[in-house]
Structures are given as structure tokens and as C-alpha cells.
């Protein structure tokens, strides 16, 4: 049973439009979330984290979103480009452990 | 700056065979971890290290067996190499307390015949 979870496998945006890949948890435990994102033949790449305690964190051009009560996060990139092309992979951990869990990836094609 | 570096990039091997995939960090990274990626499963962890001389089992560690005898050095190996380990493996780094992002190698594309 997928603790985390990526319930779109594909996502198509258009260049210079917003992208929002969301990503929903069961574990209430799960306090710190991040996403990586990976091209292909690469390894995943670290790109943005959120804690808890809070509920939206920015970088640039990324801004991740956390309802705790929902169990729900998600990713926005504006504007999107065709560079932002990969496969998203949110991600999640507790404080009792240093092992992050991953959920099966999301992956977006940005159209010029 | 290499990173992480795993080796080799790309094997084929017969069912019962053994191998040992080779992960190398130069970050002085306390923790390292093996993952495997498979279609529509996202990334599952096998076995994590978080110190030299220390392993421990993660999600899927049936079949596979670790060492970290140097602290640099993380090694991945199969036994008898099943058709259900043919995956894409990825070795990955970083300091305590490790979930503050890690460092991951370029992955090791695995198929078992």
C-alpha cells in the first residue's frame, strides 16, 4: 500500500502556463515533504522542501503547497518551460527515521 | 566534483547469477542509501547505511545484500540474480539527519534474463 501517492502519471502544460502536480500521503507521521525531479538516463534531482509547520514554501519559479488536514501537496510552476520537461517525484519522511518514501512520479511535458 | 558515482551504468545477466553494483560518494556524506525504480512504483528503498560499518533494511530488501566497509563506498550486491530484480538502481548520499535532500548517482540499468 503506497504511502504516498501520485495519482496523475502524465501531465501536459503549455510553455509559459502554470503546471500543478499534486501528491496526496497517508502517514500522518510524514512530517517534512520534498520533490525531486528526474530526466531521463539522470538521477533524481533535489528540487524543493516543506516542513509541517509550514504551509507553502517558494524558489523561484516553485512553490510547494501543504494541507495537513488534507493530506495533500503540491507543486506549482509558473511560468512553466520546456526545460521543466521530467518526471516529479514527491516525497516524504518522519521525524523517527531518516528514510524518505517516495511516491511513483508524475511525468510533465511543458509544449512550446 | 564527481558526486555520486555508481558503476557499472548499464548490465545484463542470466537468472542465478550474482553481481555486485559499486556506489562512490566524495561529499563525506555520513548516510547512503539503494534505491530501485520501477514503472509506476516510484522509487523503493533496498538497504540504507548510516555510518561505515553500519546497514539496515529498507522497503524491499529481499535478495539483496550491503556492505559499507568504507565510509565512501557503498556496495549493492544479488546473490542469484532474479527476472524480478531487472530495475533501474539508484545509489544516493547525504549529511544527518538525511532527509534534507539527497545526492543521487545516474543509476545502474539492470536486466535479469
Known amino acids: 500500500d503506497q504511502q504516498v501517492k501520485q495519482n496523475s502519471p502524465s501531465l501536459s502544460v503549455q510553455e509559459g502556463r502554470i503546471s500543478i502536480l499534486n501528491c496526496d500521503y497517508t502517514?500522518?507521521?510524514?512530517?517534512?515533504f520534498l520533490w525531486y525531479k528526474k530526466y531521463p538516463a539522470e538521477g533524481p534531482t533535489f528540487l524543493i522542501s516543506?516542513?509541517?509547520?509550514?504551509d507553502k514554501n517558494e524558489d523561484g519559479r516553485f512553490t510547494v503547497f501543504l494541507n495537513k488536514s488534507a493530506k495533500h501537496l503540491s507543486l506549482h510552476i509558473v511560468p512553466s518551460q520546456p526545460g521543466d520537461s521530467a518526471v516529479y517525484f514527491c516525497?516524504?519522511?518522519?521525524?523517527?527515521?531518516?528514510?524518505?518514501?517516495f511516491g511513483p512520479g508524475t511525468s510533465l511535458s511543458v509544449i512550446p | 566534483n564527481a558526486g555520486v558515482t555508481q558503476t557499472p551504468k548499464f548490465r545484463v545477466l542470466k537468472t542465478g547469477q550474482s553481481m555486485t553494483l559499486l556506489c562512490a560518494q566524495d561529499?563525506?556524506?555520513?548516510?547512503m542509501y539503494w534505491y530501485r525504480q520501477d514503472p509506476g512504483m516510484g522509487l523503493r528503498l533496498i538497504h540504507y547505511?548510516?555510518?561505515?560499518?553500519?546497514?539496515a533494511k529498507g522497503e524491499v530488501p529481499d535478495g539483496y545484500n550491503v556492505s559499507r566497509l568504507k565510509k565512501q563506498n557503498f556496495l549493492l550486491g544479488l546473490e542469484s540474480a532474479a527476472p524480478s530484480q531487472t530495475s533501474v538502481y539508484f545509489c544516493?548520499?547525504?549529511?544527518?539527519?538525511?532527509?534534507?535532500?539527497?545526492?543521487f548517482g545516474s543509476g545502474t540499468r539492470l536486466t535479469v534474463v
Open positions: 544516493a548520499s547525504s549529511t544527518p539527519p538525511g532527509r534534507y535532500g539527497y545526492t
Open positions: 502517514n500522518s507521521m510524514f512530517d517534512y
Open positions: 516543506i516542513s509541517s509547520i509550514k
Open positions: 516525497a516524504a519522511s518522519g521525524t523517527s527515521y531518516d528514510k524518505v518514501i
Open positions: 561529499m563525506n556524506h555520513e548516510y
Open positions: 547505511s548510516v555510518g561505515e560499518g553500519t546497514t
